[in-house]
Nanobody
């Protein structure tokens, strides 16, 4: 059973930056695509970014392209999300996810493991 533990959330002013990290337990971290999702207040959870098992492919939601960068360190079993030029609409609980179905991270379905989430609040 994998454990995904997020850190780095908090309160930041619009235009600021935050870096989220996710530490994964268990073996074979490098075999799985990893991703970040978020759930804004009162809304459904949505895709933010994903990275393939090797780190060679990345995917982003249109709303964060050019502002957020996903990366991974397979030696340390971690995945990170660098968030720049933050906007109030980025306010959400951010979840780390492991994709047990698609190692490239282009499809996310039922075979996904989730962390507990870390809150990000962007003030205007």
């Amino acid at each position: 059973q994998v454990q995904l533990v997020e850190s780095g959330g908090g309160l930041v002013q619009a235009g600021g930056s935050l870096r989220l990290s996710c530490a994964a337990s268990g073996r074979r971290f490098s075999s799985y695509a990893m991703g970040w999702f978020r759930q804004p207040p009162g809304k459904e959870r949505e895709f933010v970014a994903a990275i393939s098992w090797t780190g060679g492919r990345t995917y982003y939601a249109d709303s964060v392209k050019g502002r957020f960068t996903i990366s991974r360190d397979n030696a340390k079993n971690t995945v990170s999300l660098e968030m720049n030029s933050l906007k109030p609409e980025d306010t959400a609980v951010y979840y780390c996810a492991r994709n047990r179905e698609d190692p490239y991270g282009s499809r996310w379905a039922d075979l996904t493991d989730w962390g507990q989430g870390t809150p990000v609040t962007v003030s205007s």
